[in-house]
């Protein structure tokens, strides 16, 4: 008999999720950080668009390189632990039968079921329940650099798009202010969208966003207000 049963679970969503929240966050902070700096040196609208642009294409690009290379690091470890389950599986059977065992029972099985589970399952796929239960490798959070890279290239451009429309449609002389409040608002949005989306705690995650993201646009604001050089 056949039972269907329906469960939302939100480990699914890690491997997209992450990357997205980095980029999008990172987008916001640096680019209204490059924005608050130059402004807070005096420099004309012009000049804080142009760097503001060139932070969201360096950005993106930097984001993308970043996750692909590190994602690709991680895929290539989960590649080599296989490759080598599956050399032990092929050199001596029994010990990985019996290991796959000492899992189940050490997760409180009796013995006896630990070896009838272990049986069953290296029977319908000896190394996928070896990389599973053995090497805590699944579907769920396999690596895929691709996606990983698009998905923070992308985001952390739309990001940034937000503190450059500020810019672009504020008044020169409340660039700042508009920027900063523009900016924080999309941060404390986009962490409670976050941790709702991961079914964590709306206001914690919403919180520690915004409070990180205040505190690199108010120290890139006084660096450039202490050492800014265009007038």
């Given at each position: ?34 924005v ?31 996750e ?14 296989i ?7 092929a ?13 189940y ?51 952390f451009a ?42 964590a ?19 890139t604001?006084a ?9």
């Open positions: 008999m056949h039972i269907s049963h329906f469960e939302r679970h939100y480990a699914t969503r890690i491997g997209w999720l992450r990357a997205a929240v980095l980029g999008a966050n990172d987008g916001i902070v640096s680019t209204a950080s490059l608050l700096g130059i402004a807070a040196a005096n420099a004309d609208s012009g000049q804080i668009l142009l760097t503001g642009v060139a932070g969201l294409v360096a950005g993106a690009m930097s984001m993308a390189a970043g692909y290379v590190s994602v690709s690091s991680q895929s290539d470890t989960e590649a080599a632990d490759s080598r389950e599956r050399k032990e599986l050199n001596d059977w029994q010990l990985e039968r019996n290991e796959l065992k000492a899992i029972v050490e997760r409180g099985l009796e013995a006896k079921l630990a070896e009838q589970v272990a049986d069953q399952l290296m029977a319908h796929d000896a190394l996928a329940a070896h990389a599973r239960d053995e090497l805590g490798l699944s579907g769920i959070h396999q690596a895929r650099p691709i996606q990983a890279a698009f998905v923070s290239a992308t985001t739309a990001g940034a798009a937000l503190p450059l429309a500020l810019t672009w449609y504020s008044p020169p002389e409340m660039t700042v202010s508009v920027v900063a409040a523009g900016s924080l608002l999309s941060l404390t949005l986009l962490g409670g969208l976050a941790a709702r989306t991961g079914g705690r709306v206001i914690i995650g919403a919180g520690r966003v915004t409070l990180w993201g205040a505190v690199a646009m108010a120290a604001a660096v450039g207000r202490l050492f800014g050089v265009i007038v």
